[in-house]
């Protein structure tokens, strides 16, 4: 394994992918730098994602590859691809086609509730 100051300041592209193959990728909308979902990726779809310029990702409960918007049309063109300083995450920014829906609920993010605390209690509210 590469030594941090080679992983963190260095050229080199070397994804850390965890113990089960997958690394997590957080995928932000490029125009307007909002947050459209985080997913996971292993090895094949980081490959398919930058040989064809196309998120894919790994989906953990079906146990397979999947292009974003081969179902919904909400295909995701990749404008860049970053790694964070240790190299275990990755941000796509994406131009969201179709009608730029990236939650499977219908929404545009998957992040559409925030936490709001009353009196000590919790609970989530929609941020739309």
Known sequence: MAGDKELEEGAAFTPRFDANGLIV????????????????????????????????????????????GDTSGQV????????????DAIQLMVEAGGDGKACHTGRKSCFYRKLATEGGARRLVFAE
């Open 76 to 87: 995701q063109r990749v404008v860049s691809l970053s790694v964070d300083c240790d190299q």
């Open 25 to 68: 990728c957080v995928t932000v909308e490029a125009a307007t730098r909002e947050i459209l979902m985080v997913a996971y990726m292993n090895q094949l779809a980081l490959d398919k994602t930058i040989e064809t310029g196309v998120a894919h990702y790994w989906s953990r409960s079906r146990g397979a590859l999947w292009r974003k």
